[in-house]
């Protein structure tokens, strides 16, 4: 039967495959076996692989430790392509050792697919791994680059993927017993430029973590009463408004008349003026869009190269381009966060109708970092309207209770958050050349075994 399509597989191949199924020997996974089929597996080259710490903070389960309660852990949600994504709870000192800790030279890795791969940089803080992720542990620093990097790709993947019910996870058999190209004699100098930059975004982020951890205690030392709306309470004549009879609302302007009156917080009104919320009529050439997801923790206005134009919908972007000093605010209250426009905000670049703009006389950053503390959080989440997407109305922004520090700390803030957005975007120029060095490696080590000129896919999205 000439008509149906089919193809030899060779015995080395249908050997060195971890499995019978079709999908091991098409495609990317197919160009990944055949690849590895001329280097060594990961115990070859002296890795040996380890699951993270299997722990519960629940008393009485079989694996219960009290220790887990208070220790940071790596978890799923840290490990990104090629590198591990702390979160505030990881800038502080390890409290445990074991094995299941994440030490230099590494190589983390996420069970459950899709699977990411990050390697772990000198810098990085020893805290234990999760459970639901692996260890690579033995490899050189360029073998272990090199692993990650191929273990970030679909086909390598597909052959770690074990089918459990409705779940696919990585084997840890699977992984040990996984082969890769010979590590190319480039990897040593691209290895050691990935281990620096890693390294020097683990110091960026830290002292923005300090900086952030100023702010959150100057919020906190002047924190006004809360009410404990379950009990019922009692609230002064001028707390209640016609605005909203809600507990919550009433309860929130009680609060903030005592952090006015007792700790001489300042209504944002007063400090800021908030721009007008003109929006586009058409699409202007060029131009970018700042989506509410553009924004993390970092106060940075992303120049991410996939907000462009083709996102932008005109009638719910704002007409004005951003400008160096803006500030901006989230009104989506489950996800209240705070950006500061730098000089360096690629230029066309348009909001969102979710985001407000403000405009203070001085030091925007540092009243940028205040607005991104929990008690602002507090204050807007009792301020949002609506059932399925809460957002707060844009002009109930203006109500917010803002502490003033002096300006010497406010000016000590303001360059700590200037220093971090230029040492931010430096890091994302040189981390961003480095991937297209390592994706073009990747290629030419690959390019033989592919069955057509594809590319096998970006190391990093």
Known sequence: MSHVSHRFIPPELLEAAPGWAPRYFVGLAAAALRAGSTGRSIGDLGGQVLEGWRVSDTPGALTYDSRAATTPIYRQANIGHLRLLPSEQHWSPPRIAGRWCARPDDVVLNKLAPVRAAFVSPNARRHPVDGNALIVRGLSTSAAVWVALCLNHPGYEQLLLVESGVLKRAGLGALGELRVPPVPLEMEGLAARVRDILDDATLMGEALYRTREEASVATATASGTTHDLAGG????????????????????????????????????????????????????????????????????????????????????????????????????????????????????????????????????????????TVPMRSQTARLTVGSAQQFVPPDALQSLRVPAPSRDVRDRWQRAIERHHAQRRSLDRRWSSLMNELAALFDAVHAPFMPSPARMKEPLR
């Open 233 to 372: 309470s009692f609230f002064a004549r001028d707390a209640v408004s016609n605005e909203s009879w809600l507990p919550s609302a009433t309860a929130l302007r009680a609060e903030q008349s005592a952090l006015e009156e007792g700790s001489g917080w300042v209504a944002l009104a007063e400090l800021a003026r908030f721009d007008d919320r003109t929006r586009l009529s058409h699409t202007p050439d060029e131009a970018r869009v700042l989506r509410l997801s553009d924004v993390g923790d970092d106060l940075l206005a992303s120049s991410a190269d996939d907000a462009r134009a083709s996102e932008l919908i005109p009638n719910r972007t704002l007409a004005k381009p951003l400008v160096a000093g803006d500030v901006l605010l989230s009104t989506l209250g489950t996800s209240f966060r705070a950006a500061y426009v730098d000089e360096d905000v690629p230029p066309n670049t348009h909001p969102v109708d979710g985001w407000v703009r403000l405009r203070f006389r001085e030091t925007p950053a540092a009243w940028a970092l205040l607005l991104s």
